[in-house]
């Protein structure tokens, strides 16, 4: 399965039956129905319409064929109706009868309303939607059209995302890789250092030697504190989330909201190396671990 974007955008343009047949006249008069679908990132599926009133019947079945095929993000669907430019609607007798008696009525309240003009039939003619085209049957196999677009869309950038997270797993298995022989590494140059700071302490007190339970002492609490800095467990597992986010991107589907799970595992696996790093080393590779799965959160949040 893919790995699918939250983010895409398509449109699909309808023109009325018996529109002119060349496509130059269709952009310029042709009546025509438009649908645009627009979706960002979110946590669940949230969509809203933008509808003529004309068409706005149909909200409860695009909401039903949107919410079958999406599963996350904040979705926008506008619907425009063009009426035919280039040519000037002949108004109908019944028209100019109704404006008359409109007219007629508005003078009798308001004596000094100056009359209706030419200019202003011909523009109420055009504005009329009598004459405006039936897209009910229209508008669904549109919408179809325009959802099939985003889907491509969003398996593109999906695509393009699942790229970049592999990279970046790659990218921390090759410093977990790098920690790893730093640990026994750390480890014993801690403890010994610890049994050296403890002999010195020690060497103040008006004894030559140190006494055994004291060296007893001293080598159970370097073993706490080689346990305390030891970050073996923790490069553990960040490779087995590591390995769980591979195999969830290469699997694909609705990985999103798991892969943001893991993430945040990550994040506190490298966040415990770099505060239990005793070593300069180390504390580089938890920084440089970090950095990479904050680039990594930012973009999981865009996958469904």
């Known amino acids: 399965m ?80 063009e009426a035919q430019s280039g040519n000037v609607n002949d108004p109908s007798p019944k028209l100019l009868q109704r404006l008359n008696g409109l007219q007629d009525n508005i003078k009798i309240w308001l004596p000094q309303a100056a009359g209706l003009t030419v200019a202003d039939v011909l523009r109420l003619a055009s504005s009329d939607t009598s004459g405006t085209p039936d897209w009910s049957e229209a508008l669904l196999p549109l919408a179809h059209q325009a959802l099939d677009a985003l889907l491509d869309a969003r398996a593109r950038e999906g695509s393009r995302l699942a790229t970049m997270l592999l990279a970046h797993i790659a990218q921390l298995r090759l410093l977990a890789a790098q920690a790893g022989p730093l640990v026994p590494q750390v480890v014993a140059q801690q403890r010994q250092r610890f049994m050296e700071r403890w002999a010195e302490a020690m060497s103040l007190v008006d004894s030559t030697t140190l006494p055994e339970s004291a060296q007893d002492r001293a080598q159970t609490e370097a073993t706490a504190f080689a346990i305390r800095i030891d970050v073996a467990e923790e490069i553990t597992r960040l490779n087995s989330h590591l390995d769980e986010l ?12 798991r892969l943001d799970f893991l993430i945040q595992e990550l994040h506190r696996e490298a966040n415990t190396m770099g505060s239990k790093s005793a070593a300069l080393p180390l504390t580089h590779i938890s920084v440089d671990m970090k950095v990479l799965i904050e680039q990594m959160r930012e973009q999981v949040q865009n996958i469904e």
């Open 2 to 81: 893919s790995v699918y974007s939250m983010t895409g955008y398509a449109s699909a343009q309808h023109l009325a039956p018996g529109s002119s047949a060349t496509a130059e006249a269709a952009r310029t008069s042709a009546a025509q129905l438009g649908l645009e679908i627009r979706s960002v990132n979110s946590r669940f599926l949230d969509v809203s319409f933008r509808l003529p009133e004309d068409l706005r019947q149909w909200e409860p079945a695009l909401r039903e064929m949107l919410g079958a095929r999406l599963k996350r993000g904040k979705v926008e669907v506008r619907v425009s109706m």
């Open 246 to 257: 591979e195999r969830l991107i290469k699997k694909g589907g609705e990985i999103g909201k």
